[in-house]
């Protein structure tokens, strides 16, 4: 599987962003995909995942929306209300044969795209 994720940027707080994943490969609405972040000098996080329903972190839930456009082979992560502590690298992530309960796990994913850079400015 290949992952190609696009749509970072610079934002001011409370403005959004949608982030876009291409996958080819493999068909998205048949694995799991997720997103994570990495903040400078702290560790890879979750933010959200899909396969049969979503899944999101709490400090992003009611804020971000995780989808998939199964027409594109694309997930789609649609972030508002952006707030400072959301600035990372976010990751999409792709697994097959995760089982649901490991959905939030980085480690439960085989292949990363490249990150895009989300800055959210005061």
Known sequence: VQLQAS???LVQAG???RLSCAASGRTVS???MGWFRQAPGKEREFV????SYPSYA?????????????????VILQMDSLKLEDTAVYYCAAGTGIILSAMRTAAAYNYWGQGTQVTVSS
């Open 7 to 9: 749509g970072g940027g």
């Open 15 to 17: 403005g959004s962003l």
């Open 30 to 32: 048949r694995i799991v």
């Open 48 to 51: 959200a995942a899909i396969k």
């Open 58 to 74: 709490d400090s992003v839930k009611g804020r971000f929306t995780i989808s998939r456009d199964n027409a594109k082979n694309t």
